[in-house]
């Protein structure tokens, strides 16, 4: 069986999320006992807590929400590239030996080492340019294992406009951690939440045949 990488966090009260967003919690609506034959939870949470696909609603007004999203994009080739230690915005640079004339249509870029359990002020946003030169080759996806395409103090969303211009999906917080470089096929389905501005996605890679 072709090799599987599950590039999705774990999501618990642990989770870190965007400063002022809603953190998660999760408890009982119903639990086994005299009665009452199932445990049933309940969850509280942001679309954006863990993996997640930002749908184009997020940074555009009257754009389109998750639960319209074209699955398309999120299933297919893609290409794993490492930017570890690029900061404060990961540029062409860091990344040029992935952009050679065979790059996948759906680029993902690892920053980090080793994703860090807490909120990070410090993670590294993607340059505009980078996305808008993805966006001209054709790409349908760019992803990453930062909280935000955008820095934290991002009031412009420089890199998210880029995506819209060239109507590229974005998935954030993935797990990379123990991805090498290289090509593989890209399987993280938000789920189809019809009003929101983003969704939650489990996302693996599954290693070429």
């Known amino acids: 069986m072709a090799g599987l990488w599950d590039i999705t966090p774990p999501v618990d009260v642990t989770t870190p999320v965007f ?4 953190a998660y919690d999760a408890g009982w609506t119903f ?9 049933v939870a309940r969850l509280t949470l942001s679309p954006h807590t863990g993996a997640h ?9 009257g754009g389109t929400p998750a639960g319209a999203l074209d699955l398309a994009a999120y299933l297919g080739p893609c290409r794993v590239v490492h930017a570890t230690g690029a900061r404060p915005l990961v ?7 992935a952009l050679d004339e065979g790059l996948p249509p759906r680029l993902l870029v690892r920053t980090y080492d080793r994703q860090p359990t807490t909120w990070d002020e410090a993670f590294a946003g993607l340059h505009p340019d980078l996305v808008d030169e993805l966006g001209g080759r054709g790409a349908v996806l760019v992803g990453t ?7 934290t ?12 211009r060239h109507d590229l ?3 954030e917080n993935l797990l990379l951690d123990d991805v090498p ?15 929101a501005d983003a969704a939650p996605v489990r996302a693996v890679l599954r290693e070429l045949a």
């Open 19 to 22: 400063p002022g967003d809603q």
């Open 31 to 39: 639990r086994i006992g005299p009665g009452c034959p199932v445990n």
């Open 53 to 61: 696909a930002d749908a184009p609603l997020h940074y555009a007004s």
């Open 91 to 97: 540029t062409r640079d860091h990344v040029a030996q």
């Open 145 to 151: 294992d930062a909280a935000s395409l955008d820095p």
């Open 153 to 164: 103090d991002s009031k412009t969303l420089d890199a998210h406009h880029a995506a819209d």
């Open 169 to 171: 999906r974005i998935l």
């Open 181 to 195: 470089e290289g090509d593989y096929e890209l399987i993280a389905l938000p789920l189809k939440l019809a009003t």
